[in-house]
Structure formats: C-alpha cells, structure tokens
C-alpha cells in the first residue's frame, strides 16, 4: 500500500472505528474550510473533540504526532473556530479539546513460519 491517499483514507477511517467504539459521537469527517481541514470532529461528554489523523507505514520520518506542526496547529484552530460559529456558537462557549490519532501500519513477512514453516 503505497498510495498516500490510499492509506490516509483507511487511517481515517480505523480513526473514526475507533473512537466511536469508545463512545465518540462523530459529528463529521474531513471538514473543509477555507482555513484549513479537521479530519474528524467527534464529541463525547459535552466536550467537541477536534482530531487529526496521522497515519503512517513505518517510522522513518519520526512518529505520526511529530508531524503536526506549529503552522498545522494553527490551521485546525483555525477551521476549528468556523466549525464552531458555523455551528451556532464560539469558542468560547463550548468545551472544547484538541486529538491527535496516530495509526502506524506496518507489515510483518513470515509472522508464523516458525521451525515447521522454514527453509532450509
């Protein structure tokens, strides 16, 4: 799996599996707006849970979380806040928190070879 968009796409979608199975009412998925992008916004317990979705197949380039930056936080904030007023409401007046869903993909070749499974 080498498409990139392939596996953001399947990063995504394992992200919203699971916080809905931990009890995330998910709001929407890949909101757009002219400031940015929130992969899925999710709430639970009154607080609205904005969350970026990093998936990656190995570890070269550091750990998924690592690659949410300074100028990537700011653009979630930003759409975050017309998420919120375009949703009646600011900031201000709701509880809300910022997530970072690492998915790390990885493929292991000959998992359960053992002695029976070996060339020799």
Do not use: W
Not at 4 to 16: F, I, Q, R, S, V
Not at 18 to 23: H, Q, R
Not at 28 to 56: A, L, P, S
């Amino acid at each position: 799996m080498r498409d990139n968009k392939l596996l953001g796409k399947l990063g995504e979608d394992l992200a919203a599996s699971l916080l809905y199975s931990e009890g995330y009412d998910i709001r929407c998925r890949n909101y757009r707006t002219y400031r940015g992008e929130i992969d899925i916004v999710c709430e639970k317990n009154g607080v609205i849970y904005f969350t970026e979705v990093k998936t990656r197949t190995n570890e070269i380039y550091g750990l998924p979380e690592e690659s949410v930056d300074e100028k990537k936080q700011r653009r979630i904030r930003d759409a975050a806040n017309c998420y919120i007023v375009s949703h009646q409401g600011t900031a201000a007046e709701k509880n809300v928190m910022f997530k970072v869903v690492e998915i790390l993909l990885r493929e292991t070749d000959d998992a359960f070879m053992g002695k029976a499974g070996r060339k020799r």
